[in-house]
């Protein structure tokens, strides 16, 4: 596994980050997305021949989210998670439905997911 360093370095960091990964495999595919809700980026990766093999981050993060599952009456539900970097708090959001309708949900915290209805 490797780091991403910017401006085109990576650094090799396969021993910082459990033993399930020095498993070696074949792999055929894989999806990053947040499984436990928890606002850092997990991992599924499929194998040949074997089952799919899932990888929860529990490194942590020194930034701070907020995500937001949007529930429109006439559009598909969607979710997005909004990245805070180091800030703790947001004071207001405005979201506009394809309708044009909007919500303003107000927060009061970080590294939570709200839930929002809207007319889509
Ligand atoms: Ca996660």
């Not at 989210?65 to 909004?82: C, K, T, Y």
């Amino acid at each position: 596994m490797f780091r991403n360093e910017a401006e085109g370095r990576f650094r090799q960091v396969t021993d910082d980050v459990g033993d399930d990964l020095k498993t070696p495999a074949v792999a055929r595919g894989s999806a990053f997305g947040d499984i436990d809700n928890d606002g850092d980026l997990d991992l599924v990766l499929t194998t040949s021949g074997g089952p799919a093999r899932l990888f929860r981050n529990n490194g942590g993060s020194k930034n701070h989210w907020i995500g937001f599952r949007l529930r429109g009456v006439d559009s598909n539900p969607e979710a997005v998670v909004v990245g805070l970097g180091t800030a703790t708090s947001i004071d207001q959001v405005d979201i506009e439905w394809p309708s044009g309708t909007k919500s303003t949900p107000r927060s009061t915290g970080s590294n939570v997911s709200w839930n929002v209805s809207g007319v889509g």
